[in-house]
Nanobody
């Protein structure tokens, strides 16, 4: 059974930081590109950050460049997203996703095969 489980979310003040983790079981991790998406209330799910199978190729949405960092630890099958300088606009449910690609970091929801249930990140004073 494929499972992607996110952790590390919560409530944080503007300007604060969080680190999200996604652990994967039941499917290949080290051979596949993975990504983080997010969905705010009333909005569509959007790409946040992605990494190729080795983590050497990464992509970030323009809205998070310079603030968020994605990394992939293949030995432990964990995908991370470091969120810094958070703003209220970053409030959303964050999802971990795995694709069938190796080096291609897709930005479309449709390109990802497996998803976690999501975790809430709330930025508020």
């Amino acid at each position: 059974q494929v499972q992607l489980v996110e952790s590390g979310g919560g409530l944080v003040q503007p300007g604060g930081s969080l680190r999200l983790s996604c652990t994967v079981s039941g499917r290949s991790f080290e051979d596949n590109a993975m990504a983080w998406f997010r969905q705010a209330p009333g909005k569509e799910r959007e790409f946040v950050a992605g990494a190729s199978w080795s983590g050497a190729i990464t992509a970030l949405a323009d809205s998070v460049k310079g603030r968020f960092t994605i990394s992939k630890e293949n030995t432990r099958k964990i995908l991370y997203l470091q969120l810094n300088e958070l703003t209220v606009d970053d409030t959303a449910v964050y999802y971990c996703a795995a694709s069938k690609y190796r080096n291609y970091v897709a930005r479309s929801v449709a390109e990802y095969d497996d998803w976690g249930r999501g975790i809430q990140v709330t930025v508020s004073s």
